[in-house]
DNA sequence: GTGAAAGCGCTAACAT
DNA sequence: ATGTTAGCGCTTTCAC
């Protein structure tokens, strides 16, 4: 009778020592073979893997990680996943971090546990890296980590005053690309749709964007606040703008949702892009490119920063080289809806 | 000299054991104190929990799992991302597995790597449970699962003749309903535009509504492929439709995204709905609602089914009870268009 | 190139 | 109610 180690189903657990006993060798020949740097006799590795692939056998990470002091796991922490921009991202970067050799534990932020309150619980699993891609969280978490010895990386946000790295779209230059655009089509009278009030992306595209209008000596931009990132407050925040008196001529919304949902409120009132109006949006979501949309906006370069991240992961995990630093990429302006003919 | 518990960052490693010297106790002292059912004096407890969060200590989950042969790991697989459904159902799933203290391990599945191949990734951590929310997996899955005793159960999706644990929407149901709904509106000549081909959703939505198309004594309805669940190829498939000398008066769309890319499609030939043409589709995203589409739709009972998966999920780690058992949930439809004003 | 032995941090008998 | 002890499954010196 052996002892305790049968699976729940009746049938024996696969572990190291099994294979080794069945080759006839020692458990660290099994070990090694699965380790690509140990010395081992090239013959025996393919043995021993050969027969662990027949037998299903493959080493237990935790029993790894607790002797190696390496998870190889990376947290990620999201919270209003709600705008598309981030599933695109989510996958992208799962993917990525899994290419790298690192699997990925997901934290969602609640309204009632905030993406703060996630960081200690992606802590216990000692993440050679944390990923935060929600739009809410304080420097806290960043300190936390810092002092259990794990690095974050913000992405898409920046964390200002801390010792935090970031990932973040070049959104001062995203605005002041997004304001020549504007100007350069002839407007004048511009707006800017704020989302989240303190969310850096929206300041930072907003200070861009109002520091060109008046490099180019236009008055200062209105600014309507949406309060967050979503349809339903762009939709609002548009109607605001397009029913004062003297209406702007164009519109820069702080991000493609707002977009979208301005683009709607003006079609319900009978306005077209870019006969009496222009839209522009930030991120490139895929719905921007719905015919029924069609929103010019400025791409936020996705895939050149989750290289950044995966990069910087890199250089933390080595800990050689260069030290990791924060990484400010710039994107670019997708026109679209400059010849749009929606609702014609 | 201690011998290498010290962090990367200098510090000591917060352990058990230190904690145990610190407090005076035992170690086994300690790890009662971080256990609910344990044994332990309640004013012990509260001396150790306190002292172990000032020093920021928590137990390691990986020497704990090695311990306990469980995991508290649930993974979760993904593939096409890109249907707005999924981001949605994947934040309050993970939420509601942190709810039940199982952290979510993500495995993504790319067009390179399918979500098949994630199967024995997700198995190395012997997770309590593998949840797939991938469209296009085998049922190689849950077979290569269930031989490592570890279940899976599909999200949204029925993999027929096989032993594995499912969580669906009443598709049939879901058809039935729509064409009801549709004939009572006064509709004849129908069309359903399928998704991806041997996607259960689409089958069974196609089924449960030319079924009741018979039952009413419609003639059977026209049955136009997609091919994938796009907004892309919903505008190409309603295109199709709409250029046929029968042209259909309604259309029946597998998932929302096909739906959105017919009302655009629609749009795109200044067609209106409901004026001339209804337009039903199946999910109800959050898109749905915007006004530029208020789409009609069957809405998957989302938090049900969630709510099914956590009750099965306990129903697998308890092993008492009832065996778990496959899930169909029903939905109910959501009329939006019906008096949609759209492009007026 | 391979084996023996120590131990990662913890839990769960078993003692007391 | 608490302490002692034996591993969980693995990697890694250290011998040979």
Redo the contacts between chains.
């Keep these: 009778m052996s002892k305790g180690n049968k699976?729940?189903?009746g049938?024996d657990k696969m572990v190291a020592k099994r294979v080794a006993e069945d080759l006839g060798v020692s458990i660290s020949t099994v070990s090694r073979a699965f380790s690509p740097t140990a010395v081992i006799a090239r013959e025996t590795r393919d043995r021993v893997l050969a027969r662990a692939k027949e037998l299903?056998y493959?080493?237990?990470?935790?029993?790894q990680?607790?002797i190696t002091q390496r998870?190889r796991i990376a947290g990620?922490i999201?919270s209003d996943?709600?705008n598309?921009f981030?599933?695109?991202v989510?996958?992208g970067m799962?993917?990525a971090l899994?290419n790298e050799g690192l699997?990925?534990?997901?934290?969602?932020g609640?309204s009632a546990?905030g993406a703060d309150d996630m960081v200690?619980?992606a802590?216990?699993?000692?993440p050679d890296v944390i990923v935060v891609m929600a739009a809410t969280i304080s420097s806290r978490a960043a300190v936390e980590a810092?002092?259990?010895?794990t690095r974050v990386i913000f992405f898409n946000r920046y964390v200002p005053g801390i010792a935090a790295l970031s990932v973040t779209c070049d959104n001062v230059l995203g605005g002041r690309q997004v304001a020549d655009h504007l100007i350069d089509l002839g407007h004048r009278h511009l707006a800017f749709v704020a989302g989240l009030l303190d969310a850096t992306t929206s300041v930072e595209r907003w200070r861009g964007f109002s520091e060109r209008c008046a490099e180019r000596g236009l008055p200062a931009p209105l600014k309507e606040d949406a309060g967050v990132f979503s349809?339903d407050t762009g939709?609002a925040a548009a109607l605001r703008l397009l029913s004062l008196k003297d209406r702007p001529d164009a519109i820069f919304c702080a991000n493609d949702i707002l977009a979208?949902?301005a683009?709607?409120a003006m079609?319900?009132l009978g306005l077209q892009v870019p006969r009496d109006l222009s839209v522009v949006g930030f991120d490139d979501i895929?719905?921007a490119t719905?015919?029924?949309y069609s929103l010019t906006t400025y791409r936020q370069p996705v895939r050149r920063m989750i290289a950044a991240t995966i990069e910087l992961t890199r250089q933390i995990i080595t800990?050689d080289g260069e030290p990791p630093q924060s990484r400010c990429i710039a994107g670019h302006l997708v026109e679209r809806n400059t010849t749009r003919k929606?609702?014609e």
């Design positions: 699976m729940p189903n049938t299903g493959q080493p237990n990470p935790f029993a990680s607790l998870s990620i999201v996943i709600t598309p981030y599933p695109e989510l996958t799962t993917e899994q699997n990925v534990m997901l934290f969602a609640t546990r200690p619980l802590l216990r699993y000692r810092a002092e259990a010895g349809h939709y979208l949902g683009l709607d079609a319900s895929s719905m719905w015919p029924s800990g929606r609702h």
